[in-house]
């Protein structure tokens, strides 16, 4: 599969598994490489990017592991992109199974 | 080993133009990830393994920025232009007596900091880095070869059309379209009003939601709302040309609303696109621009009003520095119709399109050393 693509598929996941709840970094890596093969080191550049664009921002929790922890958790312009990309993919699938099932033939 | 493995990416990203406090937070927030790692059970070689090899993390962290010795080297050069506009300058004036247009040299400095900041990142903004530069150069070399300062400034707006044109690739045919919309529509506008048409040219910004209801899912209701929207079009027109009373005409643009509320999606437009503030923002504007229109003869340049609609939904969403830097282009535009249009100085007036690259330098700088 193509790297970009790849890479905007799992930026979409990202977003809504923290869409769904608040995640520290491991949490959204760990959540992520459960369901789908995901080369990791891409994960948590994407969680910042995300955060400088302002779809995510940030605050910190004390654990007692140690240092604070970093949660991000989704803006208002976060859920917005979240429903373009849900509306964006969800346009492409039915696109892509039309054509599998021979409908646009 | 957690604290080679942290100086690694430490000192691979100290290699590339981040700021200290940024490598900082990238750094301790892999010591976080690594000592939930180790919670996890994990031993070192496992979180090493789970969090990624630092070569490829800071390889993409670092995506955007320039290494520091490459840039280094491209800043001298843009260091060194002044002294060497100045030198070719002199060589230009004492020597051809071409002191104008040789003043030209001067942008020299700007255009190389533009291609060594951006160009030299390779990053994906370069082109529309460039754009404000290309457009000057035919805006100036028009205006002083032909003296056709107006209306060859619309040359600026190729500024967020190529903007638009280089993130379409992200875009449906119609998005990209309806974003290109009201500037292809300022465009002929402006060129109409330029010998006298101001009215009834203005209803080509009516191709802003012709286009944009093509974004729509639902074909019948497209088709609705695009032939209601021509046929209170052409109502306007013909009502205007028989009778001469384009005030009374007006009164067909309430179809469009009417059947809005009675497909009873006024509330659903709204909810999508746009707010409820840029909505009635958008309609008492058009009321005053028409009115004013008609009344006192302002088609020529009360149509800047409209620049306030996108400029309210900057300041609405664009948080930080970056708002300042989305404003200029509007800011600027205003700054130079109002100062060509009422003092006629058209060829002064471009230096306000200067300000959109010197804010999104500075910015840029700012936001690198915080």
Request: with cysteine.
């Amino acid at each position: 599969m193509n790297a970009q693509f790849k890479k905007g598929i799992i930026e979409m996941c990202v977003m809504h598994l923290v869409e769904q709840q608040p995640m520290y970094g491991f949490e959204v890596i760990e959540s992520l490489a459960k369901d789908i093969d995901v080369n990791e080191n891409t994960i948590y550049p994407i969680l910042r990017r995300l955060t400088d664009q302002g779809y995510f921002s940030t605050y910190t929790e004390a654990t007692n592991i140690g240092a604070p922890r970093k949660y991000y958790r989704i803006t208002e312009s976060g859920k917005d992109r979240m429903e373009e990309y849900r509306k964006e993919w969800n346009r492409f699938l039915k696109g892509v199974f039309r054509i599998l099932e021979g409908r646009t033939v | 080993m957690k604290t080679e493995y942290l100086a690694k990416i430490k000192k691979l990203l100290s290699e590339y133009e981040i700021s200290k406090t940024e490598i900082d937070d990238i750094v301790s927030d892999y010591d976080g990830m690594y000592e939930d790692g180790l919670a996890k059970g994990m031993n070192e070689e496992e979180v090493q393994n789970f969090l990624g090899n630092p070569e490829v993390i800071v390889q993409d962290l670092a995506e955007g920025y320039e290494r520091k010795e490459r840039l280094r080297s491209g800043r001298k050069l843009v260091a060194l232009s002044p002294f060497i506009s100045i030198i070719i300058f002199f060589i230009l004036g004492f020597g051809f007596e071409k002191w104008h247009p040789g003043w030209m040299v001067f942008l020299m400095t700007p255009i190389s900091a533009v291609v060594v900041e951006f160009v030299a990142r390779r990053s994906k903004g370069s082109l529309i880095a460039m754009t404000p530069f290309i457009a000057l150069i035919i805006f100036l070399a028009l205006g002083f070869s032909l003296g056709i300062w107006h209306p060859t400034w619309l040359i600026f707006l190729a500024i967020p059309i190529v903007s638009i044109v280089v993130s379409a690739k992200n875009k449906g045919l119609w998005e990209t379209l309806t974003a290109l919309s009201p500037l292809v529509a300022l465009i002929i506008f402006i060129i109409c009003g330029y010998f006298g048409y101001w009215h009834p040219t203005w209803l080509v910004f009516f191709i802003v939601p012709i286009l944009g209801i093509m974004n729509h899912k639902d074909v019948k209701k497209r088709i609705i709302y695009e032939v209601t929207l021509l046929l209170t079009i052409g109502l306007y027109l013909l009502v205007g040309y028989i009778s001469g009373r384009w005030g009374l005409g007006l009164v067909v643009f309430l179809l469009p609303f009417a059947v809005s509320l009675l497909m009873n999606d006024v509330k659903l437009e709204v909810e999508g696109k746009f707010a409820w503030l840029e909505l009635s923002l958008a309609i008492l504007f058009v009321i005053i621009y028409i009115g004013f229109g008609i009344w006192l003869k302002t088609w020529g340049f009360l149509w800047m009003i409209f620049l306030l609609i996108p400029m309210v939904s900057i300041i609405r969403k664009v948080k930080g520095s970056r708002k300042i830097v989305a404003l200029m282009p509007f800011l600027s535009l205003i700054v130079f119709f109002s100062l060509g249009y009422f003092l006629g100085a058209w060829h002064v007036a471009w230096m306000a399109f200067l300000s959109i690259p010197v804010t999104g330098i500075l910015v840029g700088k700012e936001k690198n050393h915080k």
